[in-house]
């Protein structure tokens, strides 16, 4: 992609949709950690029909810390993972209660310090929760990253590296959302909807697939 088609591409997101949001269903900082930290491997809606059973009952780091690993467990299984995603949580929530106060950090030292929180993870509570200007790349950012041509890179830290130096500043907070959710439902991986793309003019990627397969 070229340098000064990456403004006009982001501009079209914008105006396509102007205040994008994560998929995942939250109302504090720590349920968006917990949902985030639950989502690896996952999708966010399988991820929002757990929470909406554990949220009502457990939603600060003391009251996971009150339900116990295999409580935790009985709201999570339908996720996949859960076992070792309720080992995370639990040992997170412990942290949070012994060095933190039961609130959730705001650098990224601290955050990537809790069991089950990597880099991605911290990324996204940072800018979700605290609009810090953050890119958090997983598969789908990933992949639009390099077919589009925006950003190039053998890993996520590469793409992220790339991102942040190639995104103008005002489309910073928000462009992690709008790669996300282009990648969910249009830049998808198997056939990319081209057919609908409202930045396909801007994207490196050939050939365009111009109508729907079949």
């Not at 929530?93 to 990537?112: F, I, N, T």
Request: charged share 25%; aromatic share 8%; net charge positive.
């Amino acid at each position: 992609m070229k340098d000064e088609d990456v403004a006009p591409f982001f501009a079209t997101l914008r105006a396509a949709n102007p205040m994008p949001a994560t998929e995942l269903e939250f109302s504090t900082v720590f349920e968006l950690l917990a949902a985030v930290l639950l989502s690896a491997q996952a999708t966010d809606v399988g991820v929002n029909k757990a929470t909406r059973r554990l949220f009502p009952v457990a939603n600060t780091p003391e009251a996971i810390l009150a339900l116990g690993r295999d409580g935790l467990e009985s709201y999570i299984k339908t996720i996949g993972l859960y076992r070792m995603k309720a080992k995370h949580l639990m040992e997170t929530c412990r942290m949070l209660v012994e060095r933190h106060g039961g609130e959730v950090p705001r650098s990224r030292e601290e955050l990537q310090a809790l069991p089950g929180v990597g880099r991605k993870t911290a990324n996204v509570v940072l800018n979700v929760a605290f609009g810090e200007e953050t890119m958090a790349v997983d598969t789908h950012i990933f992949r639009v990253g390099n077919r589009t041509g925006l950003a190039p890179g053998r890993n996520p830290l590469e793409v992220e590296q790339v991102l942040l130096r190639r995104i103008p500043r005002e489309f910073m907070v928000d462009a992690h959302h709008w790669l996300i959710l282009h990648g969910r439902y249009v830049c998808v991986a198997r056939t990319p909807k081209c057919w609908q793309c409202a930045v396909v003019q801007y994207c490196d990627y050939q050939p365009k697939t111009p109508t729907p397969p079949g």
